[in-house]
T-cell receptor, first 111, second 115 residues
Framework: GESVGLHLPTLSVQEGDNSIINCAYSNSASDYFIWYKQESGKGPQFIIDIRSNMDKRQGQRVTVLLNKTVKHLSLQIAATQPGDSAVYFCAEARATNKLIFGTGTLLAVQP | NAGVMQNPRHLVRRRGQEARLRCSPM?????VYWYRQLPEEGLKFMVY????????ESGMPKERFSAEFPKEGPSILRIQQVVRGDSAAYFC?????????????FGSGTQLSVL
């Protein structure tokens, strides 16, 4: 079946280090991907997106990489801060306006 | 500029009761989406509505669940005769007209607990 899933359920990093969160997707026809951040008790917050005609996109302290060959995308956070602690979801968007979310990775930033 | 507003934040119901969850989209947004999140899982699409129209309800259970987005007022997700398995966080999201499911703006959710 179709799915968007994450390799690591929990990632613990030291403050100031870089973080890498990974995501695998199974539908090679997917053409748009989004990373969301969800803090405890809140709804998901958009971080960055990428279309399938790109393999890299950068934002402020964040970079998303897309490898269509192995159907994998990753979120890189530079100089991770305590405020980055949250659950991170990748999501696949399709023409039908449905987002398919992965299970999520908990990022824990140690001071 | 208020974001997507959901209420109540927490809702406790006994089995067999009805649950009504409300969502007011961001100002100027005419598209509303409902998602359900079980503990330690990702969000699962339920339904996509525009004003007075259900566009895609492929994620809605066939029975007991309904959604509406009237011309005036908030969108309502209604669950009749709730069961324990309905316990979850329900998130609403909205987007402007002309945009698809990407870059949704999410509310803070309603946590439904069924006793």
């Amino acid at each position: 079946g179709e799915s968007v899933g994450l390799h690591l359920p929990t990632l613990s990093v030291q403050e100031g280090d870089n973080s890498i969160i990974n995501c695998a997707y199974s539908n090679s026809a997917s053409d748009y991907f989004i990373w969301y951040k969800q803090e405890s008790g809140k709804g998901p917050q958009f971080i960055i997106d990428i279309r399938s005609n790109m393999d890299k996109r950068q934002g402020q302290r964040v970079t998303v990489l897309l490898n269509k060959t192995v159907k994998h995308l990753s979120l890189q956070i530079a100089a991770t801060q305590p405020g980055d602690s949250a659950v991170y979801f990748c999501a696949e968007a399709r023409a039908t306006n449905k987002l398919i979310f992965g299970t999520g990775t908990l990022l824990a930033v140690q001071p | 500029n208020a974001g997507v507003m959901q209420n109540p934040r927490h809702l406790v119901r006994r089995r067999g009761q009805e649950a009504r969850l409300r969502c007011s989209p961001m100002k100027g947004h005419s598209h509303v989406y409902w998602y359900r999140q079980l503990p330690e899982e990702g969000l699962k699409f339920m339904v996509y509505l525009q004003k007075e129209n259900i566009i895609d309800e492929s994620g809605m259970p066939k029975e007991r669940f309904s959604a509406e987005f009237p011309k005036e007022g908030p969108s309502i997700l209604r669950i009749q005769q709730v069961v324990r398995g309905d316990s979850a966080a329900y998130f609403c999201a909205s987007s402007p007209p002309g945009q698809g499911g990407e870059k949704l703006f999410f509310g803070s959710g309603t946590q439904l607990s069924v006793l």
